[in-house]
């Protein structure tokens, strides 16, 4: 059974923190995604990566940064969190290939930031 | 820059009972895949159905169906004989062949009363 796991399902962390969240796949995918889920605006993408210590800058990368160090991990970093990056976090995973291929969720973090 | 967009932000019908979501892309782009993805309660992200677009044939599965319509830029959703576990958030999702990375759609909350 494929599986994408994400560290946690709820967080709650204050205004300056650093916050980190993780994921971590076992299907051996080349790509790896972080999305920000909200009401009314679906998913956006954060960042995603292609490969070990690649990465590239999706719809909304400004207060984040990513970390590829391993095929199977994939972190979100908020520098210093703020209360508008209070939201729900999905992270995903794919295999890399030149026809239609399938992407795997975590099940959410739902972070809020007081 | 491609964009999807949901234009039912809620709908509710009765347990077995047809429905049908609509969806509609923007791109210039001749070669892309449609997804449709649920998401219930537990947050978890499941695949629905896909389709590439260079196929004219609508794609099927069990009680779920689409309507591709590419001049139109249009996918739906069909879901036959409705059932209390289909109650979720639906999106729409395209991918451009080539680019791996998913863009949703607004989402779609559909419930499904007995």
């Known amino acids: 059974d494929v599986k994408v796991t994400q560290s946690s399902r709820y967080l709650v962390k204050r205004t300056g923190e650093k916050v980190f969240l993780e994921c971590v796949q076992d299907m051996d995918h080349e790509n790896m995604f972080w999305y920000r889920q909200d009401p009314g605006l679906g998913l956006r993408l954060i960042y995603f990566?292609?490969?070990?210590?690649?990465?590239e800058k999706g719809d909304i990368p400004e207060g984040y940064s990513v970390s590829r160090e391993k095929k199977e991990r994939f972190s979100l970093i908020l520098e210093s969190a703020s209360t508008n990056q209070t939201s729900m976090y999905l992270c995903?995973?794919?295999?890399?290939?030149?026809?239609?291929?399938?992407?795997?969720f975590g099940q959410g973090t739902r972070l809020t930031v007081v | 820059a491609q964009t999807v967009t949901q234009s039912q932000p809620e709908m509710s019908v009765q347990e077995a009972e047809t429905v049908t979501l609509s969806c509609t892309y923007d791109?210039?782009?001749?070669?892309?895949?449609l997804f449709w993805y649920k998401q219930p309660p537990s947050r978890q992200m499941i695949l629905v159905i896909r389709q590439e677009a260079y196929k004219q044939q609508n794609a099927t599965e069990n009680r779920f169906s689409v309507n591709f319509q590419k001049a139109a830029k249009s996918f739906s959703l069909k879901i036959s004989d409705s059932q209390l576990g289909d109650t979720a958030m639906y999106f729409c999702?395209?991918?451009?062949?080539?680019?791996?990375?998913?863009?949703f759609g607004q989402g779609t909350r559909l419930t499904i009363n007995p």
């Open positions: 999702a395209f991918m451009f062949q080539g680019a791996q990375k998913l863009v």
């Open positions: 990566s292609y490969d070990v210590k690649m990465k």
């Open positions: 995903a995973s794919s295999a890399r290939q030149g026809g239609i291929t399938e992407a795997f």
């Open positions: 791109t210039s782009e001749n070669n892309y895949y």
